[in-house]
């Protein structure tokens, strides 16, 4: 090969265009990476390019692409003979030219854009598997041609059985990556998965779990077979494929304990050899689910401390968050965090800030989150102007708590008048009769999705239910302190250790009058989950405001929803007749309520203006 080499480049001149292709494709199908040869052949093929044919031009596009050979003076000499000619071009060698341009990750939107374009028209000409490399490219290029990606879809939904797996697997890949949300490709895609699905590698496995994730698309049935044929072969997987089956199943709140197992011991197995990506992101898997492994968190405790410094500022922050959430206090860990933080944190995001001050405050780590905070704040302010509402509410609830420090006031102020102003206004909007409930909850939702904002903290969210005619009785009033206690018995005492929808509780007692009527609800304890007996019209009394998530189910809306009925049930009103009762209603919650819950508190007190109402809460991250 040496001796071939060496003679080609001293005759290159001789050769001619096709000699020059021809020599191209014979390297990169042996895979040999002679990049003076390739430079060389390149050279010599730009002053020849007007004598060959499309074909030639596409094959030495791939080769040189094939073989890694960057050769921009080519590539650009490519670019400009092929926009010309675009439509002459056959369908193969178009997908050879989107495929080398997608390989080197080149940015040429004048070519990409002409073969979108010219390639539309001739899909149904190309075999599934330059189909399937075609999308590949397209979408690794950012090719968003909306008319190309309904012509890709349509081929692949009529010729879905011949893609085989590596071809379905990328063809989700595509749409997921640009993102284009196709259902009606996704379901085809699912249906010819499903019983080829023991043909997937761990590769393909790990793309369609990571597509379906992407796009937010839970197919239970597919995401079951993945999951099954993925533990058949997890021993097989890179660690890269391993985090993203873990990643992908988080994502999608998809648990299966099985799977989850399976990929905590493998993950022990091979932890020496996953890059920080991948302990980021299966740490942040089994937060993200709150599901603990005591072993798998020691050994991803173990393999990232030393080079902690060497991570980047979402994986540092991102396993800040996980070990917070499931409260593993890993002292030389957060040791590590914490430096590394600091070193960094000029790099950090306000995302990455809020996190890892987040995690200190959960862990109760009050040295780290004295260090980090006041720098962290200053930081925030700076590059937080434009965040989203979740960040704002974490670092403003951890100013409130903690300092004085010099950028105190002002993240205070910013948040109240940019975010807390305009979501205490749309709640109180919740109280007026003359504006119809489904406008308010409607506004609501608008700016909790606008400014991705969940709830407002334990500070704010006392101080908003009371806008709402919720009085605060202390935590330590008599009646809070027998809930809090009651709320303990029932689980387990472990209130701090996760905190998810079906480990919060409320409790509620309330008494009622209606004219000669005296009706008492004695207290008592609910869980996540709307009461059997609740009536479709008292439901909709006491709407949830959808954000991601269903929040229908949550336990404070449970307990008032279960008081309405009582109370319409036993005075034997309408719900008209609810303005005429009065009494009071004392709610307990175990953890902080979220906006929905706090707009359902609102609307009991909308729909029972005379009622006097309390309200309490804790907060289940403390200790």
Aim: include cysteine; charged fraction near 15%.
């Amino acid at each position: 090969m040496n001796y071939i080499s060496s003679e080609s480049r001293a005759r290159s001149s001789e050769l001619n265009s096709q000699e020059i292709g021809n020599m191209s494709w014979a390297l990169a199908k042996m895979c040999v990476s002679d990049i003076p040869f390739l430079d060389s052949l390149a050279s010599e093929a730009i002053n020849k390019l007007c004598d060959a044919t499309p074909q030639e031009i596409a094959n030495l596009a791939w080769a040189c692409a094939r073989c890694e050979c960057q050769h921009e003076p080519l590539f650009n000499a490519i670019s400009a003979s092929s926009i010309p000619t675009i439509s002459d071009i056959d369908p193969q060698s178009m997908a050879n030219l989107a495929w080398a341009w997608a390989y080197l990750c080149l940015q040429d939107a004048p070519l990409l854009d002409s073969t979108a374009s010219a390639s539309r028209a001739r899909l149904s000409s190309l075999n599934m598997q330059d189909l399937s490399n075609s999308a590949w490219s397209f979408a690794r290029c950012e090719v968003a041609n909306l008319p190309l990606w309904e012509a890709i879809s349509a081929q692949a939904r009529t010729r879905r059985q011949e893609l085989g797996s590596q071809g379905l697997s990328s063809m989700a890949w595509a749409f997921a990556h640009l993102p284009i949300l196709d259902e009606p490709l996704f379901k085809s895609l699912s249906s010819a998965a499903i019983p080829i699905i023991s043909d997937f590698g761990d590769q393909s496995l790990s793309l369609m779990a990571w597509a379906l994730a992407t796009l937010l698309l839970a197919d239970e049935e597919l995401l079951n077979a993945i999951a099954r044929e993925s533990i058949r072969k997890l021993s097989e997987f890179a660690p890269q494929h391993l985090s993203n089956t873990a990643w992908a199943y988080a994502k999608l709140l998809f648990w299966n304990n099985t799977l989850f197992q399976s990929i905590a011991a493998a993950a022990i197995t091979i932890i020496s050899s996953c890059d920080p990506q991948s302990i980021a992101n299966i740490a942040w898997a089994f937060a993200t689910l709150s599901r603990t492994h005591e072993p798998l968190f020691q050994a991803l405790s173990a393999a990232s401390r030393a080079p902690m410094l060497d991570y980047e500022p979402q994986e540092i922050s991102n396993i800040a968050w996980s070990f917070a959430r499931l409260k593993i206090a890993d002292a030389p860990l957060l040791t590590s965090i914490a430096s590394a933080a600091l070193a960094r944190l000029h790099e950090f995001t306000s995302l990455n800030i809020a996190n890892t001050a987040w995690a200190f405050a959960v862990l109760s780590e009050v040295a780290h989150l004295g260090a980090f905070l006041p720098r962290a704040a200053s930081k925030f302010l700076e590059v937080g102007q434009s965040s989203i509402g979740t960040e704002w509410v974490d670092m403003v609830s951890l100013a409130r708590s903690n300092g004085p420090f010099p950028a105190q006031t002002a993240l205070i102020r910013h948040f109240e008048t940019s975010v807390l102003m305009p979501a205490s206004q749309l709640l109180v909007a919740i109280l007026d009769p003359k504006l119809p409930q489904a406008t308010a909850l409607r506004e609501l939702k608008r700016l909790m999705d606008e400014r991705q904002l969940p709830h407002l903290g334990p500070y704010y969210t006392r101080y908003a239910l009371e806008l709402l005619g919720w009085w605060w009785p202390g935590s330590e009033a008599p009646w809070v302190l027998s809930a809090r206690h009651a709320v303990w018995a029932a689980q387990g005492l472990s209130v701090g250790s996760l905190v998810r929808t079906e480990r919060i509780m409320a409790f509620v007692a309330a008494a009622f009058s209606f004219k000669d009527r005296f009706v008492e609800v004695p207290g008592r304890l609910f869980h996540a989950g709307v009461p059997p007996e609740i009536d479709d019209d008292v439901c909709a009394l006491l709407q949830p405001t959808f954000r991601h998530m269903a929040r229908d189910d949550h336990a404070e809306r449970a307990a008032l929803l279960s008081v309405t009925s009582t109370v319409l049930k036993s005075c034997q009103l309408g719900i008209a007749g609810l303005g005429e009762i009065t009494g009071n209603v004392r709610l307990y919650v175990s953890h902080f309520p979220c906006l929905s819950c706090v707009a359902v508190l609102g609307q009991f007190s909308r729909f029972a203006p005379s009622l006097a109402l309390e309200a309490a809460f804790d907060n289940a991250w403390d200790d």
